[in-house]
């Protein structure tokens, strides 16, 4: 198993931001992580990145414990966090060789140039971050985020706020990414879902929701959307 | 560690800031030590620095706390904190390279002044009859004292993600700890209470220090002083995790 949480909670004071999830993801899977604004799906990722610890439960990345060795599973994971935060004031290829310093890389150059071929950063590459579009800001933050060849890939809301062509762009690069890496990202578009995944899981209101994969969702013959809404208890309007 | 201390030095390298603490620094020591009348040289007509040891501590709570304001509370607003956090380093060893860093700013503003210790040198009836003792002592309170600064700082900067914050919570509290507390030992009433509590400011031990007498007590309170500073700043840096 590549990811593996049991009876992950996490309170905010009285709050229960997440409320006993556990499932279970293989090597090289792409899953997608859905659900409503405020179910938890951050603080999930938070949890498993090692940048807060749970309230209880456990979990491991690649059989390395979350909270007892947190910087060794820091050492195989990237994590791409919501609304992707960069230092605007460095170069790209700076930026990228301190991110590939800090990760303990062997090889900085090879990482540096590898990542920047993977995620087409070639002709930004003596661009400062702060002159960046949004879309190339977001192949940056992907570029960190596999810097240092991790197994496993933590992707907060990757496509947010791309226009559709860039979605699309960045949409390839995950693909290319998941043939030998397990992906586990949120996000709020379903077709995303559809067109990336092997495998859902929806969580509402911290609880999990639903854990399905792609094939037998699609035996179904329901279209993605209403079985969010059907899993997140939204009564249909229209 | 390395690392991100060479990514803070290369940062305030960068930044105006670190160009603007340097100018004013140098700036205001020279007015002081050569032409604002009164108290100059000149005026004094001793050959020694003690005009800018004076002043610089005053100067340096502001200095100090323009370096630090940002190297937490930007990293906070913007998000990146959490991209540092989860790479394989440890909070100790993120708070500790900024330290560092800032630190090295402050040697590296107080280097051009040596220049004075030449002029000085040189002006000096005879030539070189000057304390150097004393002065080598209060070059090394100096960068303890900023130290001491720089941690206070870095704290300030944990609290808030907003960059004012930190710099006005940092100087008060810089100021309390350098003449506040010394300033009670001046009270009469509070007599010995008083004078206990101005052994615990930061002016007592700089004084001592800028004798020429270099005490390990001094040097161990403001060692100790910077440390119990950055482990608050630890434990805010923590606190996400409770």
């Known amino acids: 198993m590549s990811i593996k949480v049991n009876k992950l909670t996490k309170y905010y004071g009285k709050q229960t931001a997440v409320n006993s999830i556990s499932f279970d993801i293989p090597s090289g899977e792409v899953v997608g992580f859905l659900g409503p604004n405020g179910a938890g799906k951050s603080t999930t990722m938070k949890m498993l990145t090692g940048y807060i610890p749970p309230s209880s439960g456990t979990g491991s990345i690649c059989g390395i414990d979350i909270i007892e060795n947190s910087i060794d599973v820091r050492k195989i994971v990237g ?74 890939l933590i992707l907060d809301e990757p496509t947010s706020g791309l226009d559709p062509i860039q979605v699309v762009e960045i949409r390839n690069v995950i693909k290319t990414l998941g043939a030998d890496k397990t992906v586990l990202l949120s996000t709020h578009i379903m077709q995303e879902v559809e067109a990336m995944c092997d495998r859902v899981i929806i969580i509402n209101k911290g609880n999990l929701a639903m854990d399905q994969s792609m094939k037998s969702l699609k035996k179904e013959n329901s279209n993605l959307e209403q079985i969010f809404r059907k899993a997140t208890n939204h009564v249909d309007t229209v | ?25 140098l700036l205001l020591t020279g007015l002081f030590l050569w032409f604002v009348d ?97 002065t080598a002592g209060s070059y090394l309170g100096l960068i303890l004292l900023a130290a001491c600064y720089a941690s206070i700082g870095l704290f300030s900067s944990a609290i808030t993600d907003n960059q004012i914050v930190a710099l006005i919570t940092s100087m008060v509290i810089s100021f309390f700890f350098y003449s506040v507390l010394s300033m009670l030992g001046d009270i009469d009433w509070l007599d010995q209470i008083g004078k206990s509590l101005s052994w615990f400011g930061l002016e007592y031990h700089f004084d001592s220090i800028s004798r020429g007498v270099i005490d390990t007590r001094d040097v161990i309170f403001f060692l100790g002083f910077s440390s119990i500073f950055l482990g608050f700043t630890q434990l805010v840096f923590e606190s996400r995790k409770w």
Do not use: C
Request: aromatic fraction near 10%; proline fraction near 4%.
């Open chain 2, 38 to 134: 009164g108290n100059n040289l000149f005026d004094l007509g001793v050959a020694s620095l003690q005009v800018m040891f004076d002043i610089s501590p005053f100067i340096l709570i502001f200095l100090v706390s323009a370096i630090t304001m940002r190297s937490i509370s930007e990293e906070k607003r913007l998000g990146t904190l959490e991209i540092i956090t989860t790479k394989p380093l440890t909070d100790r060893s993120i708070i500790l390279s900024k330290f560092f860093a800032s630190v090295s700013l402050i040697i590296l503003t107080l280097l051009p002044t040596l220049f004075y210790v030449y002029a000085i040198y040189n002006l000096a009836q005879p030539v070189g009859n000057i304390d150097l003792g004393s």
């Open chain 2, 1 to 25: 560690m390395w690392t991100l201390y060479k990514k803070e030095i290369r940062s305030f390298l960068g930044s105006l800031i670190a160009y603007i603490v340097m100018g004013v620094y």
């Open chain 1, 79 to 152: 994590y791409l966090p919501e609304n992707n935060p960069l230092y605007l004031d460095m170069y790209v290829t700076e930026y990228l060789t301190f991110m590939a310093e800090i990760s303990e890389v062997r090889n900085i150059k090879i990482a540096v140039e590898k990542a920047i071929e993977t995620t087409q950063l070639q002709r930004e590459r003596h661009k400062k971050i702060g002159q960046l579009s949004k879309g190339y800001r977001q192949r940056v933050g992907l570029a960190q985020a596999l810097i240092h060849d991790p197994k496993v």
